[in-house]
């Protein structure tokens, strides 16, 4: 499951919550400081995790 960051616009408050695919685009995201749903993603580096050995 992707782990996806934010940033409130209200408080400032930087967070990541772990969302589905579908979760991420029905669920609207709250701040768990001050409860706002003004929050904007941030871009974040990701990892990829394969069965192959290099």
């Given at each position: 499951?992707?782990?996806?960051?934010?940033?409130?616009?209200?408080?400032?408050?930087?967070?990541?919550i772990?969302?589905?695919?579908?979760?991420?685009?029905?669920?609207?995201?709250?701040?768990?400081?001050?409860?706002?749903?003004?929050?904007?993603?941030t871009?974040?580096?990701?990892?990829?995790?394969?069965?192959?050995?290099?």
């Amino acid at each position: 499951m992707p782990i996806y960051e934010f940033v409130c616009k209200k408080c400032k408050k930087a967070f990541e919550i772990a969302l589905s695919f579908a979760e991420r685009e029905k669920k609207k995201i709250k701040c768990p400081k001050c409860k706002s749903t003004q929050v904007s993603q941030t871009l974040s580096a990701f990892f990829a995790n394969t069965s192959k050995k290099s």
